[in-house]
């Protein structure tokens, strides 16, 4: 077993593959600012809302028709792996442990309209008051973004204080063991691997939640 | 071989393979990505100077896509509707936008997700002192039958004083409910304060566009 796994680490230092990758010849082609800018010229065109998410300068910016409407700060990157070629990508999901549901309305009769009208008259004096909503405050801020080409991004919020540096330290050797494993066990099945961890501000991941929606697509690029 | 033997022999080997895997795993990861960055470096060096003139052709092409003169943002998410003149804000007031929710129909056969749409619009009309014509959902969210009656649909005075259509019967309008501004509570319509309401049905004309996310 263990001359097994020797052999099997050995030829994955020394395959071909691994010398044919560094030795490329590499074609003369578009820049990467041509490419970003292209790829987004192509979803500017277009009557949807895209993104910009822009590892270099650490910034995510929500535009349309060319126009950033709104501009986020990336508070930390981590990057694993194979880096991403300038293009625009695919959103195809967003997954989180509690992801928000919407409310159901129930058809409501005048006389229980009136009570609750008379409920929300009292709640009105103290201002605070609950809706059957879905608000920015109910998006989640740990989450991850599926992208059709098999990547994803996990977006966390980035806190301050002894208990979060704590928690982000934890995270942070979770991560830096474990993305080995996985980019070994991708290379044996000759797959690319690519992890890319975001921190936000709480709000910031919020609203990006909220912002991005199935089948948005996003120009990424960088580090 | 004592049983302590055994454990230590254990746990080294363990240990053994999982460092060996975790350099490998180190390793390959460096050298993916030092060879596709150095890749990117060729390439971007080959590109020169025509690559310099194609970027600013395309930013050009870009900057000729977005509004140049009044138009209308929505964040959804901060309920706030901004009044651009090209790149300077004339408005920025606390709105309020679709909730989200979901109502069906008794039948079981509709269904409607109260949502403010997303995407790009433009203001297809403008009218002053509007009547809200309630649509059937309105009906069946208070539990009253739908009239047959045309005038039984009209109400007044619900939308304000203006009201700006932007499209598949979504409207900019006014409010009743003004505690209520800057909350999500709307069915799809976007609400706005008197005073921001006023302005941009004066500035915004027809075929202003407007980009709701």
């Known amino acids: 077993m263990i001359f097994r796994l020797a052999f099997l680490i050995t030829l994955l230092f020394f395959s071909p593959q691994a010398f044919a990758s560094a030795q490329a010849e590499t074609p003369e082609g578009p820049s990467i600012e041509e490419e970003i800018l292209k790829s987004e010229l192509e979803l500017a065109k277009k009557p949807n809302i895209y993104f910009v998410i822009n590892l270099k300068e650490m910034k995510i910016s929500i535009k349309a028709k060319g126009m950033a409407l709104k501009e986020i700060d990336i508070r930390e990157i981590k990057f694993w792996g194979n880096s991403l070629p300038a293009a625009a990508y695919k959103m195809v999901n967003k997954s989180a442990f509690a992801e928000p549901r919407r409310d159901v309305i129930t058809p409501q009769k005048e006389e229980e309209e009136a009570k609750k009208e008379d409920n929300t008259a009292a709640e009105s004096k103290t201002d605070k008051f609950d809706i059957q909503a879905l608000e920015l405050g109910d998006m989640p801020s740990s989450y991850t973004l599926l992208f059709e080409e098999g990547f994803s991004i996990i977006i966390r919020p980035h806190r301050e204080g002894f208990r979060s540096a704590l928690y982000s330290a934890g995270g942070a050797i979770g991560w830096y063991l474990s993305r080995p494993l996985v980019t070994v066990w991708n290379t044996i099945k000759k797959r690319p691997y690519l992890a890319i961890k975001l921190s936000l501000s709480e709000r910031d991941a919020r609203a990006l939640y909220w912002s991005f929606y199935d089948g948005a697509n996003a120009v990424i690029y960088g580090p | ?213």
């Open chain 2, 1 to 213: 071989m004592s049983r302590k033997k055994i454990i230590q022999i254990t746990v080294i080997v363990i240990a053994s393979i999982f460092i060996s895997l975790e350099a490998a795993g180190y390793y390959l990861a460096h050298r993916a990505w030092a060879a596709e960055k150095r890749e990117a470096e060729e390439t971007s060096k080959g590109s020169g100077a025509s690559g310099k003139k194609k970027s600013l052709e395309y930013r050009q092409k870009l900057g000729r896509l977005s509004p140049k003169g009044i138009h209308i943002i929505i964040d959804t998410a901060e309920n706030r509707l901004y009044l651009r003149d090209g790149d300077k804000t004339i408005v920025n007031a606390v709105i309020s936008t679709g909730s989200g929710s979901i109502l069906t129909d008794p039948s079981g056969k509709r269904e409607w997700i109260f949502d403010t749409p997303r995407g790009e619009y433009a203001i297809k009309s403008k009218v002053v002192d509007p009547s809200w014509i309630k649509p059937d959902w309105a009906f069946i969210e208070e539990g009253e039958d739908i009239p047959k009656n045309f005038q039984e649909r009209v109400e007044n005075g619900m939308l304000g004083k203006y009201a700006l259509a932007f499209g598949n019967g979504y409207f900019i309008h006014g409010t009743l409910y003004k505690r209520l501004l800057g909350r999500n509570v709307t069915h799809g319509c976007v609400r706005v304060g008197d005073d921001d309401l006023e302005t941009v049905f004066k500035q915004a004309p027809i075929g202003a566009k407007v980009i709701i996310f």
